[in-house]
Nanobody, 124 residues
């Protein structure tokens, strides 16, 4: 499956942004999905994950209470980001876990498909 992330841009600290990820196949609905980010000079880190049915979600401590992950029944994954901080600046990636496990994983190596990334820049 191919993933296409979009919605990044430049926003002031305290602002909001909504990222989207579109999958090329309907099999998307069978996968747990996740968002990761990578800031300049840093390793890729987990942001949020959601189960295939959308009923279970997991967040990194750094974004809990500010970001919301969601998905629809078609081929779309979303990340609503509010109260953005300068340290949220990064390239954001969507990813799919095709393993079929019910557990939401946070290790990037457990994800099988990746989008190309969308840049989020938060000005202080």
């Amino acid at each position: 499956v191919q993933l296409q992330a979009s919605g990044g841009g430049l926003v002031q600290a305290g602002g909001s942004l909504r990222l989207s990820c579109t999958a090329s196949e309907r099999t998307f609905r069978l996968y747990n999905m996740g968002w990761f980010r990578q800031a300049p000079g840093k390793e890729r880190e987990f942001v949020a994950a959601i189960s295939r049915g959308g009923g279970t979600k997991s967040y990194a401590d750094a974004v809990k209470g500010r970001f919301t992950i969601s998905r629809n029944s078609y081929s779309n994954l979303f990340l609503q980001m509010t109260s953005l901080k300068f340290e949220d600046t990064a390239v954001y990636y969507c990813a799919a876990d095709r393993s079929g496990t019910t557990a939401l994983v946070r290790d990037a190596s457990d994800y099988h498909f990746w989008g190309q990334g969308t840049l989020v820049t938060v000005s202080s």
